[in-house]
């Protein structure tokens, strides 16, 4: 065998290890350190922890309480992030009658677990802080609310149990998972990153037990009929915009959809605040 066909066999060889070692990192994510809470913002804050009766495996989370709420708001973050990402809503909405539920899906934060699903096997956990928030306001409505990943956790949970919540929000959801998972590279390192590991997904696949082919999100959503916000960036590099449109095309209930130009992905309550708040307030008081 020649010196350069040596060579190529070494290259390929490494590049399929490297494959497998990225897929495991994507799989058993990185666990970002939480860095704000409500508390920090000025909110009431109660750390609490429950089990998700999916798995058994313990969530950590935080309520925001409120004496007397009118609506419960359980919200799920994305893919590598923690309870803290969608902390600041509860100080935006400090004057209505809402406790918020954020927490750490497993595998995230503080909550127990080293898999991720991506948003699939995490419905278990949204159903689980669902019955959490029950226990403790069993007279007040339900919205689930995601980023991302939780929004798509949401999506499943609520496909799976219809009268799990009064409400669904979701923000920058993807629709089919395999799309998302190669856009992912092109969400956080452009083209060349998404052709050298979009191969990557094959072989992670196998250690999340989650067929990538399979999960399709609108899909899960033609079984949901509560009065549903879809937030998207007209810009979503990782879940373009046509993502959105499939996902509000397939719900069977009151439905609205809002882009937000110029933003990526998750990226309109950092870059057009006033709007974003403005629209998930609108839709929080249709349940006051």
Partial sequence: MS???????????LYVLGLVAVAYLFVYPF????????????????????????????????????????????AGHGYMMNRAEL??????????????????????????????GFGVRERT????????????????KIVLMGSSMGSAASAFALAEDPSLADGLILDSCYDRLVDALSGWWLFI????????????????MPMARVNAYQVVVSRALAKVSVPTLVLHGKCDTLAPVSHA????????????????????????RWEQPERYFGEVEEFLKKFL
């Fill in 3 to 13: 010196i350069v066909l040596w060579l190529v066999v070494i290259i390929a060889i």
């Fill in 31 to 74: 666990r970002t350190p939480i860095f704000i809470s409500p508390g920090f913002l000025g909110s009431p804050q109660e750390s609490v922890e429950f089990k998700d009766l999916g798995t058994g495996r313990l969530l950590r989370g935080w309520l925001v309480p409120h004496e007397s709420p009118s609506i419960v708001v359980v």
């Fill in 87 to 116: 902390a600041p809503l509860a100080a935006r909405f400090a004057t209505l009658p809402i406790a918020f539920l954020f927490y750490d899906f497993p595998a995230h934060g503080s909550s127990q677990g080293r898999r991720s």
């Fill in 125 to 140: 956990a949204d159903a689980s802080a669902v019955a959490f928030a029950r226990s403790r306001y069993p007279s007040a």
């Fill in 189 to 204: 390192g452009g083209r060349t990153l998404r052709y050298l590991l979009t191969p990557a997904a094959l072989f992670g």
């Fill in 245 to 268: 449109e499939s996902n509000l095309a397939a719900l069977q209930g009151e439905k609205r959809l809002v882009v937000f130009e110029d933003c990526d992905h998750s990226e309109a």
